[in-house]
């Protein structure tokens, strides 16, 4: 696209998508795809679900937005219902993944600030991802996404992931928080041994730092539990939403336990849009489907499935996930190439790295759209692995 006025942060690919319903979309040539991406893991209940799609036609027909100058009901009421979800954590509503963790990271530096603390670090994975404004790029542990933008905040130290011993070592009395995603999902859906996160918890308990988890892709139904932190059956002190959680219209969350929100006082923090009306009636919807629609279950099972599937298919490849966020990585740089022809063919993946594939479908795809899905894919795949 060289006449374009885009800046040039991405390369898309020229397949235009037009429409969309459940796990398919439709390109303006008219042709299907099977959507095992999701938006980035975004679509959890699929495109165009009816009731996503009413509740947010209902709620901009009535009002779209009136600023945090004024409550409006739709805020109020989602924020009772992720209360709801997590014991009774207090949410702060931004407009993406990036946002809830700078969020996060200002209430845990006022958190310590208040109680006494002489704590400013954070403690970060090495390959983690976070976001890319300047905070959240800080935060995330991939030297290349940072480099070109240095120098960053000050204040973060990163330790290779699923390490307890190399955790320890890094936590001191001078730790605001430590902020971890319960499984890395831009690093290639790398899955922490059992007892890390628990082991976290522990280790910030030990000195009074906060637990954040970064659920931004991992949360909401998308690991076959609400949020991926309860496989392990551990609270965190602040937690990161977005992605899935106004069914695809831009929205993020930071949420915290009531001791732990009420550090920020009226002027601390603030967004314009920020739990506007439309989209918290379109994260209403969101939950709603996710909950009577029982996707967390299906998440559940049908990961297993696909899980199992792309074992039998490539039993020399490593699989890994949980639910229905996976990847496959193969010995050697085949991602790329499987991405561009499963694309030709009618499929849309993702590749983390260029031996690593991601699946993240809508949790909503059927059993014969995951059977045309994975067929299609042993083709195009074995194509490309036996040239190779
Ligand atoms: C774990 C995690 N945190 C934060 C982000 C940043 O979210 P956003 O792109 O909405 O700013 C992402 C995006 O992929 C993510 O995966």
Redesign the pocket.
Known sequence: MNDSYLMPTYKPSAVRFVSGRGAMLVDSEGREYIDLVAG?AVASVGHAHPRVAEAIAKQAAKLVHVSNLFETGPQEELATRLADLTSGMKSFFCN????A?EAALKLARKHARINGRDATRFVCATDG????TFG?LSATGQPAKQAPFAPLVGGFTHVPYGDIAALAQAIDDDVAAVLL?PIQ??AGVIVPPHGYLSAARALCDGVGALLIL?E??TGLGRTGAWFAHQHEGIDPDVM?L??ALAGGLPM?ACLARPEVASSFVPGDHASTFGGGPVQSAAALATLDVIETDGLVYRALVTGRRLMSDLANMWPGAEVRGRGLLVAVEFSSDVATEIVERALEAGLVLNATSPNTLRFAPPLVITNEQLDDALATLEEVADAVLTTT
């Open positions: 980035l993406s993944g990036a946002e963790v991802f976070h976001g890319r959240a995603e999902g831009e970064d931004v892709q990161c977005a992605k993020g």
